[in-house]
């Protein structure tokens, strides 16, 4: 729906807001920018000057009466007391930290392997270059 002077404004004319962002100019016909409006820098946001803590507070208030009615019903509906809740998450807790632990051994352990393997791997190489540069030397000496 079109705005037309029977609506109302929410601010006068003349403490309009400024736009949100700045606006380039459109191309020419060839696509292109000219250099000035290019290198023209653009203008910077002003943060409104009247901020309206009416509004802001209100929505404070409303977080606040969510964040207490939520919590409320929470209690309500809850299948468990805290103790059995607290009870429950302690032991799922210490239950992850022992897969974890496992886990990391586990790591650890595979690390190790593959240290071991690397080295076995660099030393069978070395045996090999050096057995080939003494069979090239025998051979050069012949």
Known sequence: MARTTDFPRSRPAATAAP???SVRPAPAEDGQFEAEEMNRPAR???????TDWAQIGALGAGIAIGLAV????ALLLAPMSGEDTRDL???????????ASERWDDLRDELRHAAHRGRRRVRR??????????????????
């Open 89 to 99: 998450i302690g032991d799922r807790t210490r239950a992850l930290r022992g897969r």
């Open 125 to 142: 190489g070395a045996a090999r270059g050096r057995w080939k540069a003494e069979d090239a030397y025998d051979r050069a000496r012949r």
């Open 70 to 73: 939520g919590a409320g019903i």
């Open 44 to 50: 910077p946001r002003r943060p409104e000057a009247d």
């Open 19 to 21: 736009p949100a962002r």
